[in-house]
């Protein structure tokens, strides 16, 4: 599969490159359509010369350039690898070529990294609807030239959202083919972002963890735990960490775990969100148990749930803002720093889902 997609990458760029040497050379360029797979010229918006561009949009004319600002033109052709560092540029432009790019996640990834927080994305590419069967979708890519396949809407969404981007916003402009559309997508880079939790995110977020922990209003437990154990407790798919983008920090955390192996409480869960006291104010909190209710109901969860000490006034209050209700207090519960605490239940039943 990886030597298809190098020898269709070989024939894009043989082609493309022949193209732009007869346009650099002054030579009209004919219609790149039927010689250039991928470079889709018949479907180019207007307000672009004739000849500049072998894309399917006009990036700049919705990228919201600024004086001053630096931007990444993603293919711009001609070039080679270029390692640029984190948080270079404020905007990252691209014109048709992410629908070539055999490994989307991952450029979508390097766009996020290498945008400053508070960048911005604006791409044209080819979109595919969501509910175009899969033989349709590769005759119609088949037909504009499409070599590695593009993503469909709900793809690009769930790939820039994982990343940590927000704002996001796919606007069609133009039909090329049954079910594929040139289409402007737009997305932010945030301060703050949320994403799924890694492997590799484990030091920083026992060490929220803990420092929750010290704090004396987060729980009874006293350590946090080791990373084994914190893993195998939590629900994959509902652990998500909120990164401060300016310095890759986690600076937050939530995941949930199965209150019982009843197929009966299939649909509930329990869980935790904890957030650095040195980022409090900041809306963290906030993101992140958007993150986990949106990522329960899309699994069909029903209900989450926890306790909280009635003395974590901000913790009640964070949850209240995000839908969740004070079921009853259960007093005298359990002893904590040799005192026994009362712990009031919570829990958010979703709208949608159950």
């Given at each position: 599969?990886?030597?298809?997609?190098?020898?269709?990458?070989?024939?894009?760029?043989?082609?493309?490159?022949?193209?732009?040497?007869?346009?650099?050379?002054?030579q009209?360029?004919?219609?790149?359509?039927?010689?250039?797979?991928g470079?889709?010229?018949?479907?180019?918006?207007?307000?672009?010369?004739?000849?500049?561009?072998?894309?399917?949009?006009?990036?700049?004319?919705?990228?919201?350039?600024?004086?001053?600002?630096?931007?990444?033109?993603l293919?711009?052709?001609?070039?080679?690898?270029?390692?640029?560092?984190?948080?270079a540029?404020?905007?990252?432009?691209?014109?048709?070529?992410?629908?070539?790019?055999?490994d989307?996640?991952?450029?979508?990834?390097?766009?996020?990294?290498?945008?400053?927080?508070?960048?911005?994305?604006?791409?044209?590419?080819?979109?595919?609807?969501?509910?175009?069967?899969?033989?349709?979708?590769?005759?119609?890519?088949?037909?504009?030239?499409?070599?590695?396949?593009?993503?469909?809407?709900?793809?690009?969404?769930?790939?820039?959202?994982?990343?940590?981007?927000?704002?996001?916003?796919?606007?069609?402009?133009?039909?090329?083919?049954?079910?594929?559309?040139?289409t402007?997508?737009?997305?932010?880079?945030?301060?703050?972002?949320?994403?799924?939790?890694?492997?590799?995110?484990?030091?920083?977020?026992?060490?929220?963890?803990?420092?929750?922990?010290?704090g004396?209003?987060?729980?009874?437990?006293?350590t946090?735990?080791?990373?084994?154990?914190?893993?195998?407790?939590?629900?994959?798919?509902?652990?998500?960490?909120?990164?401060?983008?300016?310095?890759?920090?986690?600076?937050?955390?939530?995941?949930?775990?199965?209150?019982?192996?009843?197929?009966?409480?299939?649909?509930?869960?329990?869980?935790?969100?904890?957030?650095?006291?040195?980022?409090?104010?900041r809306?963290?909190?906030?993101?992140?148990?958007?993150?986990?209710?949106?990522?329960?109901?899309?699994?069909?969860?029903?209900?989450?749930?926890?306790?909280?000490?009635?003395?974590?006034?901000?913790?009640?209050?964070?949850?209240?803002?995000?839908?969740?209700?004070?079921?009853?207090?259960?007093e005298?519960?359990?002893?904590?720093?040799?005192?026994?605490?009362?712990?009031?239940?919570?829990?958010?039943?979703?709208?949608?889902?159950?």
């Open positions: 599969m990886a030597d298809d997609i190098d020898d269709r990458r070989s024939e894009v760029l043989r082609h493309c490159a022949g193209l732009a040497q007869t346009a650099q050379a002054g009209p360029v004919p219609d790149a359509s039927a010689d250039c797979p470079s889709h010229a018949h479907t180019c918006d207007t307000g672009i010369p004739e000849g500049a561009s072998l894309g399917c949009g006009n990036p700049v004319a919705v990228a919201d350039l600024r004086p001053g600002d630096t931007v990444l033109d293919g711009s052709g001609a070039g080679l690898d270029v390692p640029l560092p984190d948080r540029v404020d905007v990252v432009i691209s014109n048709c070529v992410i629908n070539l790019s055999a989307k996640p991952r450029t979508l990834a390097e766009a996020f990294r290498v945008l400053k927080p508070g960048g911005r994305f604006g791409v044209s590419d080819i979109v595919a609807d969501d509910d175009l069967e899969p033989f349709r979708r590769e005759e119609a890519e088949r037909s504009v030239g499409c070599t590695v396949g593009t993503l469909t809407e709900a793809g690009y969404r769930a790939h820039l959202t994982a990343v940590g981007f927000t704002d996001i916003r796919l606007t069609r402009t133009s039909p090329l083919a049954q079910g594929l559309h040139s402007i997508v737009q997305a932010t880079k945030p301060e703050i972002a949320v994403r799924p939790m890694r492997d590799d995110d484990a030091a920083q977020v026992l060490a929220v963890y803990q420092t929750g922990l010290d004396g209003q987060a729980s009874f437990e006293t946090a735990p080791t990373w084994e154990t914190f893993t195998t407790a939590k629900l994959p798919g509902h652990r998500h960490v909120a990164v401060d983008t300016a310095s890759d920090e986690v600076v937050g955390w939530v995941a949930a775990s199965a209150v019982s192996d009843r197929c009966v409480y299939a649909g509930v869960v329990e869980h935790s969100v904890y957030v650095s006291p040195a980022h409090h104010g809306g963290v909190g906030t993101l992140l148990l958007k993150a986990l209710i949106d990522s329960t109901e899309a699994a069909g969860i029903w209900t989450i749930q926890s306790g909280v000490f009635p003395e974590n006034t901000a913790s009640l209050r964070l949850h209240e803002k995000a839908g969740f209700r004070q079921v009853g207090i259960r005298r519960i359990g002893r904590h720093h040799d005192r026994w605490r009362d712990v009031v239940f919570i829990e958010r039943r979703s709208k949608i889902t159950g």
